[in-house]
């Protein structure tokens, strides 16, 4: 049915969605397609995903009886200048969809492989940025749980938080919750599948914002088995060996994120927003 509905809007005139025009592919992955297409009566750019039937498997909770919740509920209850926006959800042709702003740049991964001295000068500011989504995020009761450079976008107006597949809702306690996302940042509790909650995505955090600023991972190496056994073993080089001219109290937040224990860590990525927010005007 999905190649049925991409011959569909790949055709010459554009075809119709429930109040869009597709116009394009622009991404083809192996549980969802994403098209390019225009709002009908306003003419706005939006990005639409389209699951495969069946792919999108139920948020993960504690509670049995909390009803499942697709990407596009979860991202609809959120709103906030660091998180994409969601335009619209629902079905069609008996798969989930959802709507959301058209975003023009790129992601911080397809940065950072290129050339990531294009960075110079904004890296403290996509750091923030992207700690103040995840903020949003855990103060809606959810969890991200893949904040990666692939899932950071860098448009004109500032870094925007992206693809929530994988997100679950937040519980009064942490829970144990399968492996999702990607390997390299996800948190030791997680990797020895322990019980786990917000503070699994302020290690990913972390594992991004070290990188961000130092130009190399806190636990590299070629082998992804031993990437794992670094970050369940190994302290990274503190942060302040790598970058000597960074102030020491965000060399000292981020490596607190990066504390094999999550008691260890900050509480939540407000205090660490806060203190990145005293040193905004540095062209780091």
Known sequence: MLKELMQKFQKSQAAQLPGYAAL??????????????????????????????????????????TRDLTEGQILS??????????????????????????????????????????????????????????????????????????????????????DFSAAAPLSDSPVTLSRGGTTEIQAPEVLKREPADHRADIFSWGVVAYQVLAGHWPFEHADQHQVVTMILNVRPIPLERRVPDLPSEVCEVVMRCLEKDPGKRPSGMNAVVGLLDRYRALPI
């Open 77 to 162: 209850s959120l709103n906030h200048p660091n998180v994409v926006q969601c335009v619209d959800h629902g079905l069609l042709a008996d798969m989930l969809y959802v709507a959301m702003e058209y975003l023009e740049g790129t992601t911080l991964a397809m940065i950072l492989a290129a050339d990531g001295n294009r960075l110079s000068g904004h890296r403290l500011k996509i750091i923030r940025q992207g700690a103040a989504g995840l903020a949003h995020v855990h103060a809606r009761r959810f969890m991200h749980r893949d904040f990666c450079p692939r899932n950071l976008f860098l448009t004109p107006a500032g870094a925007k938080l992206i």
């Open 24 to 65: 394009c592919v622009i991404r083809h992955g192996g549980t969802s397609t994403i098209f390019k297409a225009k709002q009908q009566g306003t003419g706005r750019l939006v990005a639409v995903k389209v699951y495969k039937a069946g792919a999108r498997k139920p948020t993960e909770r504690p509670e049995s009886a």
